[in-house]
């Protein structure tokens, strides 16, 4: 499963790295429910696929969190929903493709929205600051100098916690100076960047569920 690769660690399937995340996620959920922490970054209800050819960061950090979600898309009520952080100073993505199912009562339809960008690997997506809430992903995952099981505290690598009231300081993190993924299938419920350059973007609707990107 593990094998040194120039000077780096290379895993065939990145969802087994998460696991560790994903359980300092759910110990972040039970800080929530017993009131030690507050659930301040709320999202849609909605899910929403991603996938790339490949990913490239500098400044690879990961860690448990909690995203306060809307159960519906009524926008009535909140629930909260654990995830995995990523995390990375800065990122280029090749063959980048965004979509989104969105069910729309008043019209008795499923609207897909896709987008793509940085198809051209001169030109690929970059973004500063990123964060990525992910639910799930699977990719083949080359890190360099990596440390699992720093607390989320004392991380060096990646951009700063983006919120503090919903991680454990003491909890599981994971970082690497860099991480290249490959292959990528993710499903997310959200993303932040300080700055997000989409080059060659392409968006389009649509009712064909053909549109998803996996």
Same mark, same amino acid.
């Given at each position: &499963? ?15 790295? &998460? ?12 800080? @929530? ?13 909605? =899910? ?8 490239? $960061? ?5 860690? $448990? ?9 009524? $926008?009535?009520? /909140?629930? =909260? %929903? ?13 063959? &980048? ?18 987008? !793509?960008?940085?198809? #051209?690997?001169?030109?690929?997506? %970059? ?9 799930? @992903? ?6 360099? #100098? ?6 989320? /505290? ?9 919120? !503090? ?9 994971? =970082? ?26 392409? &968006?389009?609707? $649509? ?8």
């Amino acid at each position: &499963m593990e094998s040194q690769v120039r000077g780096g660690t290379r895993w065939k399937r990145f969802a087994v790295v &998460m696991v560790p995340s994903v359980a300092a996620a759910a110990c972040v959920g039970i800080g @929530l429910a017993q009131g030690a922490l507050a659930a301040s970054f709320s999202v849609s209800g909605q =899910q929403f696929k991603v996938t790339a050819g490949h990913l490239h $960061g500098e400044g690879f950090a990961q860690y $448990g969190g909690i995203d306060s979600v809307y159960t519906s898309t009524d $926008g009535k009520t /909140k629930t =909260q %929903v654990p995830v995995a952080i990523s995390s990375f100073d800065d990122a280029t993505i090749t063959k &980048m493709c965004q979509s989104v199912k969105t069910e729309i009562p008043l019209i008795g339809k499923t609207i897909y929205l896709r987008l !793509e960008a940085g198809n #051209n690997a001169q030109k690929p997506v %970059v973004a500063e600051n990123l964060y990525i809430d992910v639910a799930q @992903l699977d990719a083949d995952a080359e890190f360099k #100098n990596i440390d699992i099981g720093v607390a989320v /505290k004392d991380k060096t690598r990646g951009p700063a916690n983006r919120d !503090e009231a919903t991680t454990l300081p003491g909890g599981f993190a994971q =970082q690497a100076e860099t991480a290249d993924l490959y292959g990528v299938k993710q499903t997310a419920w959200a993303t932040t960047a300080g700055t997000f350059k989409l080059s060659g973007l392409s &968006m389009r609707l $649509g009712t064909d569920a053909k549109m998803e990107c996996y």
